[in-house]
């Protein structure tokens, strides 16, 4: 049991240059969702997903693309890369939405991106 | 990793001291609280939870104390640790609601 599962560590990018971010689980969890994380704020919803075929907007999704063709896997798409998606983004698979113990949410160890 | 925790508030304590890290809420129909440990590196990790109905609720060695008076949580850990040296947040959301929000944080940093 690998938990979340997060691929690549480290990436950066030049302006416009497009990647995919991976991110599997093997916990047979429905709810996967992708956030990124900017120095001095909280994590932010890019897009999420409620069981393999569903995706959803989050918070911040423009610039990102998602797809959930199986349940174990999530991978977020990049399709411009720009200077304002440096950050750090995180994948997390989850029993339900909303998280009710500590159990039942999974975060992987996330991709630090740097776009040049 | 270190980029995460700038512009982060910072508490330091001794190791065995306790440990008091603030969190205030902005959403006062919010009824349900997470608290996330984050080790430099790695993802956040939950750590325990609290419903509205509550205002204290204990797990081994961290309680959380909730006043909604003033939309105010703490996290308390007892005889902290190196091992507890991390950045904490707290995550608010209505029970059945669909999204979670997410603080900022709070650096810890134990001196041993």
């Known amino acids: 049991n690998a938990g979340v599962t997060q691929t690549p560590k480290f990436q950066v990018l030049k302006t416009g240059q497009s990647m995919t971010l991976q991110c599997a689980q093997d916990?047979?969890?429905?709810?996967m969702s992708w956030y990124r994380q900017d120095p001095g704020m909280g994590l932010r919803l890019i897009h999420y997903?409620?069981?393999?075929?569903?995706?959803d907007q989050g918070e911040v999704p423009n610039g990102y693309n998602v797809s959930r063709s199986t349940t174990e896997d999530f991978p977020l798409r990049l399709l411009s890369a720009a200077p304002s998606q440096t950050s750090v983004y995180f994948c997390?698979?989850?029993?339900?939405?909303?998280?009710?113990?500590?159990?039942?949410?999974?975060f992987g160890p996330g991709t630090r991106l740097t776009v040049l | 990793g270190e980029s995460v925790g700038l512009h982060l508030p910072t508490l330091s304590v001794q190791e065995g001291d306790n440990s008091i890290i603030n969190c205030a809420y902005s959403?006062?129909?919010?009824?349900?609280f997470i608290w996330y440990k984050q080790e430099s590196g790695k993802g956040p990790q939950f750590i325990i939870d609290?419903?509205?109905?509550?205002d204290k609720r204990q797990g081994q060695r961290v309680t959380v104390l909730l006043n909604k008076t003033v939309k105010h949580l703490s996290l308390q850990i007892a005889a902290t640790q190196p091992g507890d040296s991390a950045v904490y947040f707290c995550?608010?959301?209505?029970?059945?609601?669909?999204?979670?929000?997410f603080g900022a944080g709070t650096i810890l940093r134990v001196k041993s």
């Open positions: 997390a698979s989850s029993l339900a939405r909303i998280p009710r113990s500590t159990d039942t949410q999974y």
């Open positions: 916990m047979n969890h429905e709810y």
């Open positions: 997903s409620v069981g393999a075929g569903i995706t």
């Open positions: 959403n006062s129909a919010s009824d349900y």
């Open positions: 609290i419903r509205s109905n509550m």
């Open positions: 995550a608010e959301t209505m029970e059945y609601g669909n999204k979670l929000v």
